[in-house]
């Protein structure tokens, strides 16, 4: 087992335009076996577990969580598949309980993996493969809906929805380059896509088949890559291009309407959003959004994490705080909201932050 690598700590940066005062939370980052690209994060539910995936060597990084204070306790690496398969998609799975789906993005293909949640000595286990099928290229986001797996297939600019149960069934959808993530609308049932290099959203209606584009308005900014479902609609970030970005995020509506907002305070006003997250069942913080702020494409911007607060219409933004990452330049990736804290990737330096939320919420 590898030594826990609590490298840094740092107070986090609180800053509001409304006068948020300043909160104890500290960050702490955890060092990983070293690959070159560190990626998702999941928790395991009901489990002390997170998992995170290393694309570079499709390696699977367990962390044992400490039950009451959410730190890591524990670190160990697992090779799943080839070295050359690129490990990259996470996703918890309802369907086959204590089961994930996963990504092999250079093998075309999709895993079902128990990952062995009790232990963290014991090695993931590979229960299912699925080929990518209809010559379909690159799957790297997935998630389950049901019977359904929704999975962005990145190099061959397409998203497939396939049948768990009978693989046999699926469809492909048309995308513009590079299509990275995709949510269910929680009002519409329809589902969007964020295409990066396109810096357009494309809107699927599952019943019909039909598709449309919806670009990204110049003013607001550009490179959608971050989309999730959260309340009343799907939200997506804007990680802007190698010279800025616009701290720009918003809202899409049942009817495909986007209300966007952006960040007020000056750290915020230039960031490079590149994900986001809602808060877990029961935290009682209220209503609120986590973004992160990226290097990934432009060390111009900090890496950060911040907590946006709404009114209890989800329509009017009320409170911004931040908190730096300790390590800059880390292309930090993903976001993982917990009780008590909130875990992020960071891309290059192979390590895991860890925001700690004060117990008032945020």
Known sequence: MLALGGLTVAGALFGAP???????????EYELPFALETHEIVKMPGRPMALVSQMSNSHLVKLRLDPRTEQVTGIRAFPLGPSDAMLHGLAVSARYPGRIWATHEGGNRLLL???RADALDAAPCVEREIDIPGGGRGP??????????????KEGHQVLALDHTCPERYRLFEARAQPIFAA???VSGEFYVSQDSASSLLRIDPRSGRTSQIPVPAERGSTPVGLISGPGGVWVVLLGTAEAGTGTFGRIDENGRIVWHRLRDPQGRSA??????????GTGRGPGLWLLGSSIVSDKVRDLIVRVRFDPSWTRVVGEEYAALPTQHCKAHRLLPLQRSVLATELTTARVAQLTVPERGC
């Open 18 to 28: 409304e006068g948020v005062a300043a909160g104890p939370g500290a960050v702490v």
């Open 113 to 115: 993996v128990d990952p």
């Open 140 to 153: 790297h986001y997935v998630n389950e809906y049901g019977d359904v797996l929704w999975v962005t297939l």
């Open 184 to 186: 269910r609308h929680p």
């Open 272 to 281: 490079g959003l590149l994900h986001l997250a809602f808060d877990p069942p």
